[in-house]
């Protein structure tokens, strides 16, 4: 019965009515069905304040189909008209098909009016609907902020070092790998030049992630770096997007600011076979952010920037499956950091701090020693079918049964935050920096330390100035050929 839904029935596949709108964020039935479920989980989320946005909607949703059985009625009307005045003129009755013909005139300009409110009607609705949450997940903490999110995991060693650390920029600007100072000339601040092994080191990290997660049986993928704005706008909300994206002046297009938006759009419009789910992808790309408001922007480094690389998972699946794949996402990061013998701990959201279009969603963190504190490098989440149903992605079964499908996403590696974290965790009381193991196959080197100046052999350098001096005498004596005498 659908009064006896649970919140956590919306997960596991069990109300999945396409609805007549596009680019919903929830299944209008749901809400139609049992809005107080909606508004259970809006409590949940500490947004009170939209508490009033469930009755209104439903208030011009019941507008809305009220108007729809209105226009179908018409047009089963004029319908029944256009044969009466068959009718009317195969028996030659003419006044009769005149005063039919002049009823139906004003049909179709009923109609037209009819449209025109579902037309604004679908507007509002779809307003609202863009604000209300989704359904947060059974694991989902009650918390009203990030403070009160929860460590649910913790792994790796910290480091304790005899001297006083330093912290990456420090490091790689003594080491003459990066230049902060010449970025921020020509880009501002939020860039960075990086060089030499450090570079290197960046490379390595890409290849040592794709190799990883093509041993996990994903498919690589590389995606265009600007899209459309309804497919960027897709992955999350219009807020979040303005306040990162970077148009393109004059064109219907902006740059990325993660895979996650291009792997999603992908199958806008899609309808999959459900023999083919769950499509496991990861993409690497060059990723670009505003960073509006964003705490540390203007900090000099490579902590938070403009641009970075990045390495997206992304999972397209069936409903019932999401929760499942949502545990094998946190196990390959886990696995990413554990294999760089990075010292980590995994939060969970709460439900205050979960952004509107998650399902559940956990950080992963490491260690930072001049800060003594962790520091956000990955972020996993369950979207549930919140994003497929703005793009109007479906699968099908084998008696052609349609739902909305699940998509989740993950971060396998930033280069620039794992950067930070090795050199920071790594560092020795020389100033150098030491590789984990697992790279050493792709960075051709084991550490990363200052080039050291040759020093000069006395004997050989004696030896070299002599040779010079008998060069230069040499040169000296040589006699002109002498003129002949007239």
Known sequence: ????????????????????????????????????????????????????????????????????????????????????????KKNKDEHKAHELIKEAKDIPEKIRHVEERAEKLDAEIKEIMMKLPNIISKETPRGKDGSE?????????????????????????????????ASAKVSGSGFYYIKKELAVLNQALIRFAIDFMREKGYEYIETPLMLNEASIFASMDKKAIEQSVYKIEGEDLALIGTAEQSLLAMHAGNVIPEWELPKKYFSYSMCFRKEVGAHGINEKGLWRTHQFNKIEQFIFCKPEDSVKLYDELLKNSVGILEALELPYRVIEICTGDLADWKYRSADLEVWRPTLNAYGEVMSLSNCTDYQARKLDIKCIDKQGNRRVLHTLNDTALATSRIMVTLIENNQQADGSITIPKALWEYTGFKKIEKAKVAKKDKKNDKESKKGMIKKSVKKKTIKKPSKKKK
């Open 1 to 88: 019965m659908a009064g006896c839904l649970k919140t956590e029935d919306f997960c596991a596949g069990n109300v999945y009515i396409s609805s007549r709108i596009e680019g919903i964020m929830l299944d209008i039935k749901l809400i139609r069905e049992n809005p107080e479920i909606i508004k259970a989980n809006i409590r949940k989320k500490g947004q009170d304040e939209k508490l009033h946005l469930v009755d209104k909607l439903l208030e011009l949703d019941e507008e809305w189909r009220k108007g729809k059985v209105h226009v179908d009625n018409l047009r089963h009307e004029r319908n029944k008209i256009s044969e009466q005045i068959n009718q009317a």
């Open 149 to 181: 999110n929860v460590e649910i995991k913790k792994g790796g060693k910290i480091p304790k070092f005899k001297f006083t650390p330093k912290n990456h920029v420090e490091i790689t600007e003594a080491l003459g790998v990066a230049n902060f100072d």
